[in-house]
C-alpha cells in the first residue's frame, strides 16, 4: 500500500517562494543575452522609436550580420578562434593527460615534490612581464602559438584528472599489463575510454578559454589577420569608429548604428559555444563529481 504525503500549506507557500525567485534569477540571467540578440537584428528606425529597447520587434533586419560578414575581419577572425580552439584544446588535453596519468601513481619516485611544485604555481606566478620575454625570447609573437602554448596545462584541471585517475579500479590496469601492455599502451587502450566524462568535461574547460580569450592576444599579436574573434570585438568596442575596425567604409555602415553592429558581433562570438555545451553538458556533473572525490 503507497501513501501519498500531502505538503502543508506553508510548505506550498515556501516551494511557491522558491520556484518564483529560481524563476525571476532565470530571467534576470537570460536578459542580456535577449537584449544582444533583439538590438541585433531590429531595425534602427524602431529602437528609435522606442526609446532604445524593443521587446519584441515588428520588423527584423539582418543587415548588421550582412555588414559584419561583408568584410573580412569577422569571417578571419572567427577561422582564427576556431583553429586556436581546436588545437590548442588537443594539445591542452594530452599534455594534462601525460602528466595527471604518472602522477596518479603513488609509487611514481619524486611524485610529492612534482605535486608540490605544480600547487606553487596555481598560488604564485612569474608575473605579467616575465611571460611576455619568454613569449618573444622564443619567437612565438605574432603567431597563433602565442595564444597556445603559455596555457598548454591548467594545474587545476591537472589535479581533477589526477583525481579521476586515481579512482579508476586498479585492477583493469594490472590485468592489461598482465596480457603484455606497456603503460602507453595501457593509458591509450584501457585508461582513456574509461575517461571520456572527464576528458569532455576538461575539454570543455579548455575550450571556452580558449574561445573567451582575448588577453593574449592582445598582447603577443600586432598582425590583424591573426587575431580572434574576442580581440575584434574588444576593438570594436574601444575604437570610436566601428567601420575602420571591420575595414568597409562609413558610407556602407551609415544605415546602422555602430551598437546594432557591435550586437551582431556578440551573438556571431557566443553561439557557437551555445551550440556545442549542450551535447558536452551530460559529461559535466559526472566527470566533476568522480574527479573530485578525493585530492
Known sequence: MSYILKKSKSDRVVDFILYASLTLFGLATLFPLYYVVIM????????????????????ITLEAYKYIFSSNRVPQALKITILVTTIGTVLNLMVTMLLAYPLSKKFLPGRNIVLMGIVFTMLFSGGLIPLYLVVRATHMLNTIWALIIPGLVSSFNMLIMKTYFENLPA???????????????????IVLPLSMPIIATLGLFYGVGHWNAYFGGVMYLTDKALMPIQVVLRNMIITPSVSQELGVTSQELQQLPPETVKMATVVVAILPILV???????????GMLIGSVKG
Open 276 to 286: 556545442i555545451y549542450p551535447f558536452l553538458q551530460k559529461y559535466f556533473v559526472k
Open 171 to 189: 585492477e583493469i590496469e594490472e590485468a592489461a599489463k598482465v596480457d603484455g601492455c606497456s603503460d602507453l599502451q595501457t593509458l591509450i587502450r
Open 40 to 59: 541585433s537584428i531590429t531595425p534602427i528606425t524602431e529602437v528609435l522609436r522606442h526609446g532604445g529597447f524593443v521587446v519584441w520587434p515588428d520588423k
